[in-house]
């Protein structure tokens, strides 16, 4: 069974950082692009960015370019979001999700507060 | 950026009937389309990729079509655990963008 399980997540201050980690079982992890989706409060869902299978290849959001960086470690089945200079606009529920295109499973979120 | 639209942006229907969901993409981007339903508190689920293919698991009752910049979404006999808030995102081209989203309601 695929299971996605998110961790990292908590209140920050704006210009602070946070390291988001999505630990990967049931699949062969290091086969599979991965991709990070946020929804703000009230809001859509969001692309935020997707890592190739050996991680050579990223894309980000235009918005989170140059302030979180996504990595992953194929040994140990985890992908991760590093996430800095944190902006209120940043606040949400970050799901990571199996897939660079299209995702076909997603873990339940994690959540993430930007408030001084 | 591919700039997704869909409508209606939510939909009042009844147990039993047919719904159709409107996609529409500001550039075409082939049959690079997924659609995900979404319930508050609920992780997303993926319902279809390119454009028409089923998810494994996803029943029959959903159905994909479109190419292009018009995409559709059909859920027929609607049921009570298909009220939720419907997505269509495109992974044509970086970066990839979810639409605003559909919220179908329990008319």
């Known amino acids: 069974e695929v299971q996605l399980v998110e961790s990292g997540g908590g209140l920050v201050q704006p210009g602070g950082s946070l390291r988001l980690s999505c630990a990967a079982s049931g699949f062969t992890f290091s086969t599979i692009p991965m991709t990070w989706v946020r929804q703000a409060p009230g809001k859509g869902l969001e692309w935020v960015a997707c890592i190739s299978r050996d991680g050579s290849e990223r894309h980000y959001l235009d918005s989170v370019k140059g302030r979180f960086a996504i990595s992953r470690d194929n040994a140990k089945s985890s992908l991760f979001l590093e996430m800095n200079s944190l902006r209120a606009e940043d606040t949400g529920r970050y799901y990571c999700?199996?897939?660079?295109?299209?995702?076909?499973?997603w873990g339940q979120g994690v959540l993430v507060t930007v408030s001084s | 950026d591919v700039q997704l639209t869909q409508s209606p942006s939510s939909l009042s229907a009844s147990v039993g009937d047919t719904v159709t969901i409107s996609c529409r993409a500001s550039?075409?981007?082939?049959?690079?389309l997924g659609w995900y339903q979404h319930k508050p508190g609920k992780a997303p689920k993926s319902l279809i990729y390119?454009?028409?293919l089923l998810q494994n698991g996803v029943p029959s009752k959903f159905s994909g079509s479109g190419s292009g910049t018009d995409f559709t979404l059909t859920i027929s006999n609607l049921q009570p655990e298909d009220f939720a808030t419907y997505y269509c995102?495109?992974?044509?081209?970086?970066?990839?963008?979810f639409g605003p989203g559909t919220r179908l309601e329990i008319e």
């Open positions: 390119l454009a028409s």
């Open positions: 550039q075409g981007i082939d049959k690079s």
């Open positions: 999700a199996r897939s660079g295109g299209a995702p076909n499973y």
């Open positions: 995102q495109q992974y044509y081209s970086y970066p990839f963008t």
